[in-house]
């Protein structure tokens, strides 16, 4: 019989990346990527039970393998525990799912078995997980600071440098029209060159004009040089261009993120519907006009 020991709970946000350049180091804590992204009100809310069977990782109802979030749980805990996972972003698209539930489930454990560790422990802990198991390498970073965040310099803290693209909030609409495997991305020496190339030029030109505007112009630039999107993606983006709106692939997924620096919202919204549902998040920021 299961006997149940204690428990915690702790949410992490998605995290849409629209530009990035992986930086290569044989010290994990240093390896990572450059680049901005946004952080959405929707993520996964995580419930850490101990118990005195084997290790289980539920989300959605479903029983995940879920190797980042195991291999956190593993550098945290030496006893078996119960992770129940619930997403409101979705997994393997694009949002961070995976940094995500990894740091929503430190959080978690730290709380339920009281491990005292600090926010910079847990990040680190979780970006250590993500860049071994290949299947992120700085959304946790991203996630842990907020808003429009500018990775200046890769790792986790204290090597990782962040800074943010000072923005009121604002609505961001997203259409997934299919997965794309970040660890296939990241393998291919080939891909990687174009992006490392495009991901540098762009973050240098975001920091010379750092707006939302600006962002997601670069983000579209990058994704057109680096060619990762399909014929229904670029359709996507381009009819959102012409409502007037701004539109980029999420890095990586076959995802549309948009959103709008005037009044076309509903047209935005409505061009995307004919392509797939449209989920509206919030990017909360750093600061609110008066």
């Known amino acids: 019989m299961l006997t149940e020991i204690s428990a915690g709970r702790a949410f992490a946000p998605g995290h849409i990346t629209g530009f990035f350049e992986i930086h290569d180091d044989p010290d994990p804590r240093r390896k990572g990527s450059t680049g901005c992204g946004i952080v959405i009100n929707g993520g996964i809310d995580t419930v850490v039970t101990g118990y005195t069977e084997n290790t289980e990782i539920i989300l959605d109802g479903i029983p995940a393998r879920a190797e980042t979030t195991r291999s956190v749980i593993e550098q945290l805990v030496d006893f078996p525990v119960r992770v129940e996972c619930t997403s409101s972003i979705p997994v393997g698209c694009g949002f961070g799912a995976s940094a995500a539930g990894a740091l929503s489930t430190a959080y978690a454990l730290n709380d339920a078995f009281s491990l005292g560790m600090t926010s910079n422990q847990i990040v680190e802990t979780v970006h250590i997980a993500e860049v071994i198991n290949g299947s992120g390498m700085g959304d946790v970073e991203g996630q842990y600071f907020g808003g429009m965040p500018i990775r200046r310099s890769p790792g986790c803290p204290p090597h990782g ?104 919202e509903e047209d935005i919204v409505e061009v995307l519907s004919t392509f797939g549902k449209v989920t509206t998040y919030r990017v909360t920021s750093s600061y609110q006009h008066p």
């Open 161 to 264: 440098v962040l800074d943010r693209v000072p923005t009121p909030s604002f609505n961001v609409h997203c259409i997934v029209l299919g997965e794309l495997s970040t660890g296939s991305v990241l393998s291919d020496p080939v891909i990687m060159k174009e992006v490392n190339s495009a991901g540098r030029s762009a973050l240098l030109a975001l920091l010379s004009r750092p707006t939302v505007e600006n962002f997601m112009h670069l983000s579209k630039q990058f994704t057109l040089k680096c060619g990762l999107a399909s014929d229904r993606v670029m359709d996507a983006i381009e009819a959102v261009d012409s409502a007037g709106g701004m539109a980029s692939q999420a890095m990586l997924g076959e995802t549309v993120f948009a959103c709008s620096a005037n009044d076309a």
